[in-house]
């Protein structure tokens, strides 16, 4: 190949070939758990970006030193990036997302590598890439011709083709997707604008005079109030003996961002994810709704069936935490999981005698538990019931123990879900924002209200059924913001129905009703509202 000198590529050009068997066998392994189109679509373009390193090495083989660096640190970056994302594979297409690594700043990256990459996996790199190269180097007897025309012609076909269908690795991803732009900076705020639908004030000093002495909350792992009308069983009798809000909303997609906007009656205008600093700084001494019943001499308990629970059992002070830091389960039909990054969680139903304990050894209890079942799709995959007819049999056996134990009495039950689905699609759908939210005592009187709320509401409407305040009265629009694992999607309902929902990195807009451009300006004047709490 003229000026070419691929003599002095041999062990690359093996290496390469070597890489290519290394994840042909983990594509086989994937079969298993996802479709063979789609396996097949992030093979080839797998290969195709594996060649990369090859053709920067080629084309700099001039100069023998300068080509080789060119190749093995692009090796390094590329095989990496393939491994972790093969890894993830599973959970990445479960939940829609595609990675733009042009997206991905200094948090993020820390808290994905927190989270997912445990040290076996880094061992597993490690020796795979020293396997690798040590083998290119000794096998010498294959020599590999990687640069033949009908080879480079139909993985280029193809390339096209898997590229057209969907593009999965994440490195072509973000190659066609480009470097993102944050559309806010530029926007001018608007002036005298009110916050009272996105804030509500918490008087943690306010008493309690109440005939519940135990108020329980129950948060599902996403579930979406069509998801929740759709489950019959227990939840169909549920339903009948509660009053249910209908019309009522998260206004985030994620886990942590919607507690903080539930517990602390204040909307979090940022992805969970990426932006943790600046929202947790801000919410640094503020006052949630758990301080008002502490001061009520109500004992406190966070739930959750894992080792490390989210930062919301450590933001605020509970007189307890219980969580999973024991390994010996007594129940037989439990499972438990080793999670991305190594972390131990068992299903929800692990704690269930630990709350029903707690519920009985308390004269005041306020408990909050938060579901996780559901939350990794592994979880759903290897106990092989659905999530919300999980959440449908571990309500139905509270109720029973605490019924066993009349306990019943002067309890205050709430089932709530956190946010709803965090796929791509359904982020553009307002369907998804709306959640159940019920309320069940063996004093209330049943029925539906359509009242238009949201989880800022939420504090205020508890203290309604608690007897201690008037309803508050319903919002007329809301905020919201989509999943830290995607572009961050924006977005606006109102109680007429309107709604814009925009993916400000590539302007995608789907909107009924909605001055889109003034929304992203009220939206930007909030957030700058929110870096003020900084400093109070």
């Given at each position: 190949m003229g000026v070419f000198k691929l003599e002095s590529l041999e062990s690359e050009q093996r290496l390469i070939l070597f890489t290519i068997f290394y994840f042909t066998i983990v594509k086989i392994t994937l079969l298993f758990s996802t479709k063979i189109l789609t396996v097949a679509a992030t093979y080839v373009q797998d290969c195709f970006t594996l060649m990369v390193p090859l053709v920067i090495a080629m084309l700099l083989s001039r100069w023998k030193i300068v080509s080789k660096i060119a190749f093995y640190a692009l090796y390094l970056i590329i095989f990496i990036i393939t491994f972790v994302y093969n890894n993830l594979l599973s959970e990445l297409l479960q939940f829609d997302v595609k990675v733009n690594i042009f997206n991905v700043g200094w948090e993020s990256a820390n808290h994905f590598f927190n989270m997912f990459i445990s040290r076996s996996t880094i061992a597993?790199?490690?020796?795979?890439?020293?396997?690798?190269?040590?083998?290119?180097?000794?096998?010498t007897k294959i020599k590999p011709s990687l640069f033949n025309k009908k080879i480079l012609v139909v993985l280029g076909v193809l390339f096209i083709i898997s590229v057209v269908y969907q593009p999965?690795?994440?490195?072509?991803?973000?190659?066609?997707?480009?470097?993102?732009?944050?559309?806010?900076?530029?926007?001018?705020?608007?002036?005298?604008?009110?916050?009272?639908?996105?804030?509500?004030?918490?008087?943690?000093?306010?008493?309690?005079?109440?005939?519940?002495?135990?108020?329980?909350?129950?948060?599902?792992?996403?579930?979406?109030q069509d998801d929740f009308q759709n489950e019959s069983g227990f939840f169909k009798t549920l339903r009948t003996e509660s009053v249910q809000y209908t019309n009522y909303h998260t206004l985030n997609l994620d886990s942590l961002t919607s507690l903080i906007s539930l517990l602390y009656s204040k909307f979090v205008p940022y992805k969970a994810y990426g932006t943790k600093a600046t929202y947790m700084e801000a919410m640094k001494n503020k006052e949630s709704i758990v301080e008002m019943f502490e001061n009520n001499n109500f004992t406190t308990v966070f739930v959750a069936s894992e080792e490390r629970p989210c930062e919301i059992s450590r933001m605020i002070n509970w007189s307890h935490v219980i969580k999973e830091e024991n390994y010996s389960i007594t129940r037989q039909d439990v499972m438990c999981f080793i999670e991305r990054g190594g972390q131990r969680s068992c299903e929800d139903i692990s704690l269930l005698d630990e709350v029903v304990e707690n519920v009985e050894k308390n004269d005041k209890i306020f408990l909050f538990q938060e579901f996780l079942y559901g939350h990794y799709p592994g979880n759903v995959y290897e106990k092989g019931i659905p999530h919300v007819k999980y959440y449908n049999d571990y309500m139905e056996e509270l109720f029973n123990r605490l019924e066993e134990k009349e306990l019943l009495d002067d309890t205050l039950i709430i089932l709530v879900?956190?946010?709803?689905?965090?796929?791509?699609?359904?982020?553009?759908?307002?369907?998804?924002?709306?959640?159940?939210?019920?309320?069940?005592?063996?004093?209330?009187?049943?029925?539906?209200?359509?009242?238009?709320?949201?989880?800022?509401?939420?504090?205020?409407?508890?203290?309604?059924?608690?007897?201690?305040?008037?309803?508050?009265?319903?919002?007329?629009?809301?905020?919201?913001?989509?999943?830290?694992?995607?572009?961050?999607?924006?977005?606006?309902?109102?109680?007429?129905?309107?709604?814009?929902?925009?993916?400000?990195?590539?302007?995608?807009?789907?909107?009924?009703?909605?001055?889109?451009d003034y929304f992203l300006r009220r939206l930007k004047t909030y957030q700058d509202h929110f870096e003020e709490y900084k400093m109070r």
């Open positions: 597993i790199i490690f020796f795979s890439i020293v396997g690798l190269v040590s083998a290119s180097v000794f096998i999965l690795n994440p490195l072509v991803h973000s190659i066609m997707k480009g470097s993102p732009e944050n559309s806010l900076n530029d926007l001018e705020p608007v002036e005298n604008m009110s916050f009272d639908f996105l804030e509500k004030d918490i008087d943690v000093e306010m008493k309690l005079e109440t005939e519940y002495d135990r108020v329980l909350v129950f948060v599902m792992e996403t579930v979406t879900s956190d946010h709803g689905s965090r796929e791509e699609g359904p982020q553009f759908e307002k369907s998804n924002y709306n959640l159940p939210l019920l309320f069940w005592a063996k004093d209330v009187s049943s029925g539906v209200d359509t009242g238009f709320y949201s989880q800022v509401d939420f504090n205020n409407i508890l203290l309604h059924h608690m007897g201690v305040s008037e309803k508050p009265s319903p919002s007329k629009e809301i905020f919201t913001v989509g999943t830290s694992t995607q572009n961050v999607v924006y977005g606006t309902i109102t109680s007429d129905g309107s709604y814009a929902f925009i993916e400000t990195d590539s302007m995608r807009v789907k909107s009924e009703g909605i001055d889109t």
